[in-house]
C-alpha cells in the first residue's frame, strides 16, 4: 500500500500517476490524506458574495501551453478551460482590456492585454521603447525552458536527485545567479528588466530581480496560451484523484510517521470535522506531498539527514467587489481616463527589494457578478500585496475619498459589498542556489544491533520517504508540483518492480537449488 500526504498538485498527481504506472494493480491500494476539507492544496476557489455560480481563483489562477502535465489532464478528463475574459460595463461597452505597469508614481508600460499579458515581445511598442531587449527576452526565455522540458523524459526522468537532474539539463549556472545579473550578462537592458521583467517576477512571485534566481524569472515569461478551468483548477486534481481511484481522506491530519521493525510506515492520524477522533495503519511506501515544516508530522526514527525547512513569502490576496470601477486620479491618472483592467508593479529606478515600499504587487477587475442583495452587476477585483490591505487604501482606489469621507456621504457598506482574505504561504524565496532537498528522505532504522533499516524490511517496501517540496526552490508551480508528484511515483512503481523482479529471482534460484539437489533440474534450468 502507498500513501501520500496532502491533496494538492504533487499528492494527486502522485496518485493519479501511481495508479497509471502500475495500470491499476488490484494489489496496490493508494491513500490521501488531506488535512482540509477539501482538494486542490494552493489551487483553490472561494464564491463571491457565497454564490456557488460565482467561484473565483483564490490561489493558483493560471497554467500556459507548456504545462504538459495540466494540458494533458485538462483534454484527458474534458474539462473546460477559458482565457482571460472581456468584461461587459453598465452601458453595454466592453471595459478596455489593458495592461498596465505602475512604478508606484508613474506609468512606465501599458498595452492591450490580448498583446502585451499574453505575449510580451509581439507587441511593436515594446521594440520602439526597449530597443532590442524584448526579442532578446524571448530567447533568453526559451533557452531556459527547452532544457526544463527535457526533464519530462528520459534520461533525466525520472531523476532521483533532483540538484543533478537541473544540472545535467543544463540549468545551473542559471539558477546560481539573480534574475537582474542574468538578465544584464544577455545584454536585456535596465529598462525593460525594471519595467516589464520585474513586473512580472512580482505579480508571479512577490519577488523583485534582485532576489529572484534566473530560472524562475525566465519561467515567469513563459506566457502563451494562459489559460484556467472554469468554475477552478482544483478540478484537475480532483480529476486525478478519481481517476486513480484512491481512498481521499478529508479533514485528515497526519500527526506521525513511524518507522517499526518489520520496516513499515505506521502513520498516526486525527480526524473529523474537530479532528477528534484517531487512527493507526501501516503502510508500505509514503509520500510526503507538501513542505514538511507546515505539518507539524513527527518522524521516528528521525531522517538521516534532516529535511531542510524552505524560506516562504507571506503573500496577502484580497477579493472583493464593488460597484466603483477604479479612480484614476488614485493612480497618478486623469480623471477622464480609464484604469488598466489588469495593473502590475515595478519599483523605481536604483530601489532594491529591502526599501520596496509597494503597497501591492498587482491589481485585476477580473469580471462583473451580480450582487443578489441589490440585484445589480458590480465589479470583482483581485489583488495581491505584501501586507493586508486597509479598508482606507481600498475606499481611496475607488473614490478618490477617505473612509470617513464615505461614511459622511452615506455611502458606507456600498463601497465594498464583498470582501475575502487569505494570507498564503505560496511563493517559497527563490534565491540562487546550486542543491535542493533530499526526494528520498532516508530514514534509519531504529534497532540497536546495527541491521538497517533496509536489510530488517527486506521484501517489505522502501526505507525511504519520498518528498516533493525540494522542487519548491528551483520553480514553484502548480505544473512543477505535478511534475514531482509524477516523478517519485514513477520512482516507487520501479522499486516495487525491482524488489518484485529480485523476490522473483531468489524465488527460481531457491527452486533451483532443491531441484538440483534431487537430481532433477541443474542450476543452468537443463535437464
Given at each position: ?91 453595454d ?40 531587449s ?19 523524459s ?21 539558477m ?61 486534481f ?127 477587475t ?9 440585484g ?90 519520498y ?40 524465488n ?10 534431487g ?9
Open positions: 500500500m502507498a500513501t501520500s500526504l496532502r491533496a494538492g498538485s504533487a499528492g494527486s498527481s502522485a496518485a493519479y500517476y501511481i495508479a497509471h504506472y502500475t495500470q491499476h494493480c488490484p494489489n496496490v491500494q493508494i491513500t490521501v490524506f488531506e488535512r482540509n476539507a477539501y482538494v486542490g492544496g494552493r489551487s483553490t476557489t472561494v464564491n463571491a458574495f457565497n454564490d456557488p455560480l460565482e467561484p473565483v481563483e483564490l490561489g493558483a489562477s493560471i497554467f500556459v501551453n507548456v504545462n504538459h502535465n495540466l494540458v494533458h489532464a485538462v483534454q484527458k478528463f474534458g474539462l473546460s478551460t477559458q482565457a482571460f475574459q472581456s468584461i461587459k460595463q453598465d452601458d461597452s466592453e471595459l478596455e482590456d489593458t495592461i498596465g505597469v505602475f512604478d508606484g508614481s508613474k506609468w512606465v508600460y501599458t498595452s492591450p492585454a490580448d498583446s502585451g499579458y499574453k505575449n510580451w515581445w509581439t507587441v511593436a511598442k515594446l521594440l520602439w521603447q526597449y530597443g532590442f524584448p526579442l532578446r527576452t524571448s530567447r533568453l526565455m526559451k533557452a531556459t525552458v527547452g532544457p526544463f522540458l527535457q526533464m519530462y528520459a534520461p533525466i526522468y525520472p531523476f532521483d536527485d533532483l540538484s543533478k537532474a537541473v544540472h545535467e539539463v543544463g540549468l545551473g549556472d542559471t546560481a545567479v539573480t534574475g537582474a545579473r542574468h538578465l544584464s550578462t544577455n545584454g536585456i537592458s535596465d529598462a525593460f528588466a525594471r519595467d516589464i521583467v520585474q513586473a512580472s517576477t512580482r505579480v508571479n512571485y512577490a519577488q523583485n530581480l534582485d532576489v529572484i534566481h534566473g530560472v524562475e524569472t525566465m519561467v515567469c515569461m513563459a506566457t502563451d496560451g494562459a489559460m484556467s478551468v472554469a468554475g477552478g483548477n482544483w478540478q484537475i480532483d480529476s486525478m484523484l478519481q481517476h486513480s481511484e484512491a481512498s481521499v481522506q478529508l479533514n485528515t491530519t497526519v500527526t506521525n510517521i513511524d518507522l517499526d521493525t518489520e520496516g513499515s510506515f505506521i502513520i498516526d492520524r486525527a480526524y473529523g470535522s474537530q479532528n477528534n477522533q484517531s487512527a493507526q495503519s501501516p503502510y508500505d511506501a509514503v509520500i510526503l506531498a507538501a513542505p514538511l515544516q507546515f505539518s507539524n508530522i513527527k518522524i521516528t526514527p528521525p531522517p538521516s539527514r534532516p529535511i531542510s525547512e524552505i524560506e516562504y513569502i507571506n503573500l496577502h490576496v484580497t477579493l472583493f467587489t464593488s460597484p466603483y470601477s477604479l479612480h484614476a486620479p488614485a493612480f497618478n491618472l486623469d480623471p477622464s481616463d480609464t484604469v488598466p483592467r489588469t495593473i502590475l508593479t515595478t519599483l523605481p529606478p536604483s530601489t532594491i527589494s529591502t526599501s520596496d515600499p509597494s503597497q501591492f504587487y498587482s491589481i485585476s477580473l469580471r462583473r457578478v451580480r450582487n443578489p442583495l441589490t445589480r452587476s458590480e465589479y470583482l477585483y483581485k489583488i495581491f500585496s505584501p501586507h493586508p490591505l486597509e479598508s482606507e487604501w481600498l475606499h481611496y482606489i475607488l473614490t478618490g475619498q477617505s473612509e470617513d469621507e464615505v461614511g459622511s456621504s452615506g455611502q458606507e457598506g456600498k463601497i465594498l459589498s464583498w470582501k475575502y482574505e487569505k494570507i498564503w504561504q505560496s511563493y517559497p524565496v527563490e534565491k540562487p542556489r546550486v542543491t535542493f532537498e533530499d526526494i528520498m528522505i532516508d530514514i534509519p532504522s531504529s534497532g540497536s544491533d546495527g541491521e538497517s533499516g533496509a536489510e530488517r524490511g527486506a521484501g517489505k517496501g522502501s526505507r525511504h520517504l518528498y516533493t517540496s525540494g522542487i519548491e526552490g528551483f520553480i514553484s508551480t502548480m505544473e512543477t508540483s505535478s511534475l514531482m508528484g509524477a516523478n517519485v511515483a514513477r520512482l516507487l512503481v520501479d522499486e516495487w518492480m525491482e524488489e518484485a523482479s529480485t523476490m522473483e529471482a531468489g527460481k534460484a531457491e527452486m533451483g537449488s532443491e531441484d538440483t539437489k537430481g532433477k533440474v541443474g542450476s543452468d534450468g537443463e535437464l
